[in-house]
């Protein structure tokens, strides 16, 4: 039940692109990691990474960043208890 806000959570500071996000989850899949938590792994990767939080830095205020982080992880939560619980 934690893995998967967890697994959002790290993605979200994590630098993974969808290219390179193929191999990881097909690796944690094969040690079996639950579905649900790859998904929002790869979703919170995919939708922010530090690299592009340190750009947003640049160009918005914090309020605007912090509201963009929020909803990556709550789209990558929200997407994971999806796949899991269905």
């Known amino acids: 039940m934690l893995l998967i806000p967890a697994a959002a959570f790290i993605g979200v500071f994590l630098y993974v692109r969808a290219s390179t ?9 094969a040690k079996g990691m639950a579905m649900g938590a790859i998904m929002s792994l790869a979703i919170a990767g995919a939708g ?39």
């Open 21 to 29: 996000m193929v191999p990881i989850a097909t690796s944690l899949a």
């Open 48 to 86: 922010a990474s530090l690299s592009e939080m340190f750009m947003m830095k640049i160009m918005f205020y914090w309020l605007l960043l912090l509201a963009f982080i929020f909803v990556a992880f709550a789209t990558a939560c929200i997407t994971g208890f999806a796949i899991e619980f269905s």
